[in-house]
DNA sequence: GTCTATAAAGTGATAGAC
DNA sequence: GTCTATCACTTTATAGAC
């Protein structure tokens, strides 16, 4: 990938090669979407493609830039509201199902992406480690403000990563059985809070 | 693909081809895992490749099948044995561990096998609805031994479900982050024993 | 910035000798 | 069952007119 990349920052020919092929891609993997049929999904010839992005690596790491973009925009703020510890907690485990069921798209982009050994250029991988730990991050920090602790702290840390094992499991739930699955609320409102208590304990 | 896949049942040359191909598919995907590939790393050439599954769709199903052989026969039985249910918990998730560990291979083509909402054939979408369906009644019944219900109850079921949307979410850890990730056990452990009293209450 | 045209290589798949 | 050779097509990517 050279540095055209840089040029024209967000025309709509960009936007519209961007949505053709983050479609593409989210559905069949980056292997699978060849140039020529993001030509024809957005009407635009291939050379325009080039001419954009430099080569189909380009394409693949804006698509993961825009994903990430908006995704991360589209969440709530880490301080949440709610008179104990349950309330918040329900509160924020919403807030994470509406992210889940508003992003099949993005989160299949961050998650199913067919596979990244070698496909991939170290400038993805990069991209992916990036987009995963924001995520990461904004879960702890919204853990924190439910249980009144530090983001930063073990507890908080430690289920984020929890919860964001779960929702990638869901993720793959989602895709193989039921396209309309949801996070199972209910049960992570029990395990994070048990979680929760044995932490406070200083059972771990 | 035609019939041809049903010629020479465990040749050795046919595991070689699926020795090939099984581990450049679990690396880079279908569709990024090309017949001349598969050929220069089995070493056998591509109309061998041809005659003994008929197609590339052919290769992968064979692919799959066997991973699911594979993965299946080595589970342990359901049976859990000891004295109480956090020891037989422990126990079982123990299993489930070294099944995680031990299958890295067999679960990414599970898990990760790249999109497959054109690229495969609906018979390849069965054989993995098959092959998650076996792992989930596993882990259902062999829940049901550690909590000494019917490995058929909704508790069981349920159980089951969570535990594998996280084993699923760990394998795009270990796939995304560490290599070397395994199964958060004692996070699991009290995660199911919460669920388990829930459900024993009565309160879902 | 977009177009047509095309190069160079790789793809899935087949034919036919042995 | 494996080999060489090959077909028809698609792939990534570029050249150059407009």
Redesign the interface.
Known sequence: MNDTATRGRTTPSREAILDAASTLMS??????TSISRISTACGLPASSIYWHFGSKEGVYLAVLQRARQTLLAGLPATTVAGAGVPQRLTAFLAAVAEVFDRHPHDLRLL??I??????ACSAARAE??DY?LALRRWLADSLGSVFRIPGTSEMAE?LA??L???????S??R???DPDAAL?L??LH??L???AR?HERGQ?
Do not use: C, H, K, Q
């Open positions: 559905r069949y993997g980056y292997a699978a998650v199913g067919s596979m990244l050994e070698e496909t992916l480690a995963r430690s990563g929890f964001l094992t779960i929702a990638g499991g869901a793959i739930a895709w193989f059985e199972p209910d049960d029990v395990a809070s048990a979680l044995t771990r």
